[in-house]
């Protein structure tokens, strides 16, 4: 089989991982050496293909074969796919020349696995340890950890790597029985807080200079959980998100819609959800980690999926329209933080200026802000919404969306990196 | 009236706004321009030779990088409203006016620095370097790139390819200005036409093949990717020229997944390492596990 032949196999076996970000990593680069490569600062998204997605990375798996049965996937046992194999020496050569030509920022290297977890690693391993030793690359390296796998092996590809990861895949050890028989969570979770506690050793020795200097390992670790191949609420979804942030400081959780797969499996008959889902799954997500939302006031036990036609935070807002309006000038930033329309950014801005003068509309038309959203919910010194528009029952209504059209705008983030935003803008239909 | 006639750079303008707030001169007594044409209609006064005043009047670092960001932009207008801003921070007393994101002048300078710094980021996206030859007496791979930036970013933007890219000669050609790294020195020369950078590398096929497999043809959005990746761009980059047929036979492929008889699945393969993981799946199945749903 010749290069091309692989490649198209491995490429196309490796595009359900949505993981795409080269950000975060440790600043380093080629200067003095004989190679190539670069990391630190924000991502790069070297192309986007038609389906919205960035190309940062060249993202292809060792090799597809695959011992596990999970349903959801092609690579399954039981799937009739075509199988390839990739030499570590092939890997190697396409990263080099792929990113001398600045295609990519790096490589997300993953596989199938192949007579046990640690053989696995060893091969995965193999190809960052060439790159960094023997071509002295700089560039970013994304390695897929299995939970499996021995303590002293994921050390290695942590050394190697500046992110690792291991897929949860679902939030519940139910739907894991379910769909993907071999995958445990508690010994995912138990491999995360492993990965954690090294990370943590790296980021406490930069605080003790006279400390003994760990070995070098990844900045950060991320994990993916599919949406809709089980009966998983988006409270449960959120709910196993935010555990993972808090638990073992995970760097991102990405959501993936299930989506019709050329295999499909008689356990899981294709039956896409709607990408909205994903999107809302996304805003929320951002709600939890950049303006301190908690899961139960996204999505709780008796309104356990987020509304798809409304974005969370105006959901929210809607809710609780108690709390509303809001003075610009005099609210704590916190507050600011919970008015629909208004991002992180914007709120950063208001806080500076209002120091010095007080804020009109036209202040804050100057700003861009999608005033129409946002007029019913604040107070300016030359605005006080009407009390009755607050309080009434069309206010909902105003903010639907015309049927044709589901997309909203969602507020920005803090300067995420541009890696990580594009697999946030998933809301189109 | 005065007219500034001035180099389009940064510091060409920093060097004659430091003489004029020296003198006190308002920003409604100054025409600025960087057209040499333009400036032989007016008596134009030379600045730029005589040493600045010894008492300097100080600015925040803050504001002078957004200068140097903002005088990349090709509008006209930013030398004067550049030194208005100046001006304003300093003589005009309106020290915390960078705080000030409501302000005109300011918001106008951001979305210069917004629209400059967007530039530098595409043209570290969307440069394809191809390689050119290999030096006989180095061994060093020789590679060039085309790319026509929207503003005046290619010194802005070359430091991240001397990091990059050290171990190997590039040059990356524009409309206007080029920069070049042969392993000890980056440098500058004037711009080319796009007939003096080649055309294809050996590789793009093997990039084509990755970008045409990679793509899911069962989430197709496209103004997702348009939003990113602009149409302007797409006549150098060597991937662009699939996008169309990969649109088109989306929806083609999305059928023929859905038309496919669902697999059975088969029974797990005599493995060792598969036997303990379902071992050890049903011990930890025996005893109860934590719920892993929110609180």
Redesign the interface.
Known sequence: MD??RK???L??A???DASCASSGAARK??????????TGGSG????????????SL??VLMTNAC?Y?C?YCINR????VTRARFTPDEVVQ?TL??Y????IEGLFLSSGII???DHTMELVIEVARKLREEH?FR?YIHLKTIP?ASQALIALAGRYADRISINVEL???QGL?TLA??K????TEEAMGHIREKIDERYAEKRKPVAPKPPPFATGQSTQMLVGADASTD??I???A??LYTAHRLKRVYYS?F?????????L??K?PP?IREHRLYQADWLLRFYDFK??EI??AAAPNLDLALDPKLSWALRNRETFPVDVNKAPREMLLRIPGLGVRNVE?IV??R???G?RLA??I??RLQMKKLLPFIVTADHHPARMGLDSDSLRARFLPPPEQLELSFDAPPAPA?GDF?SV??G?L | MRTIVIEPEYEAWRNAARQLLAQGVKPDEVLWTDDPQEASLFIGEAVGTRKPAAEAIKVSSAFMDMAKSASAHTDAKRWALLYRVLWRLTLGGERHLLSLATDRDVRQIQDWCKAVGRDIHKMHAFVRFRRVSVDAVTGREQFVAWFEPDHRIVRLAAPFFEKRFAGMDWSILTPYQCAHWDGKRLHFTAGVPRSSAPDEDALDDLWRTYYRNIFNPARVKINAMQSEMPKKYWKNLPEAPLIAGLIAESAGRVQGMLGTEERPAKPAPNNAYLKSLHDMNQRTAAKPTEETGPP
């Open positions: 290069i091309t490649l198209e196999i490429a196309d490796a595009k359900y680069d080629s200067r003095g050496s004989t190679g190539v490569g670069s790069i998204c070297h192309s986007y293909t038609p389906d919205g997605r960035c190309v060249l993202k011992l049965d349903h046992r039981s799937s009739n396409l020349d792929f001398k030509r600045n295609y007579r046990s977890a002295h560039g499996e939030p519940t050890q029985n028989p071999e445990n969570l508690a010994r409270a449960t959120l709910g196993c935010d555990k819609a989506s019709p797969i050329p295999e499909p499996s008689s356990i008959p294709l896409a990408l899961v139960e999505a709780h801005r500076r200026a120091r010095y003068t804020l202040d804050l100057r700003l541009a594009l803008r998933s189109e």
